[in-house]
């Protein structure tokens, strides 16, 4: 089921605090994974993904015909899929695109479904005052859940952009 268990710090390198909760999602920056998606093409020539890719290796349509990247479609710079070239038709009369696969490398997501220990801290002295410390937090995640909605062609993402930088 592709999940994990993880250990979250409490801060960022900054200082600022960081919190966790239910589905969130945490993004892995140093690395891409191949992802597979159907979409249904949109009249914009910009169709969203699940995630933005980083670069698209392969897309072909419903009826078998082949899209060449950086010819007939590019990335923009949200990591949407953007048409320059020859694109999948759009069917006015019943308001629907043609569905195509497509093959991409983006940064992994996961997205936290569980808090076996949502609050750990403990009570230490400092210069012989009580200091209440939170101890970092430990969560479940799992790979490729996405809280998504499909009617949402290329609007912006469903959740908040993550920080900038790293814990």
């Avoid at 999602?25 to 980083?54: C, K, W």
């Avoid at 195509?100 to 490398?105: G, I, L, T």
């Amino acid at each position: 089921m592709d999940q994990a268990v993880i250990v979250v710090p409490t801060h960022y390198n900054d200082g600022v605090e960081l919190d966790v909760q239910f589905f969130d999602q945490i993004v892995i920056p140093d690395f891409t994974v191949r992802y597979y998606q159907r979409v249904e093409h949109s009249q914009t020539g910009s169709d969203r993904l699940h995630f933005p890719a980083t670069s698209i290796d392969k897309v072909i349509d419903a009826t078998g015909k082949e899209y060449r990247p950086g010819v007939d479609v590019i990335m923009d710079s949200g990591g949407r899929l953007k048409w320059i070239g020859n694109r999948p038709g759009y069917d006015l009369s019943i308001n629907k695109g043609v569905i195509y696969s497509v093959n991409y490398y983006c940064k992994p997501v996961f997205t936290v479904i569980g808090l076996p220990h949502q609050l750990r801290a403990s009570q230490t002295l400092e210069n012989g005052k009580a200091i209440q410390a939170r101890f970092p937090q430990q969560v479940i995640v799992r790979k490729d859940f996405v809280p998504f909605d499909s009617s949402d062609k290329s609007g912006p993402p469903d959740a908040a952009e993550p920080r900038d930088g790293q814990v």
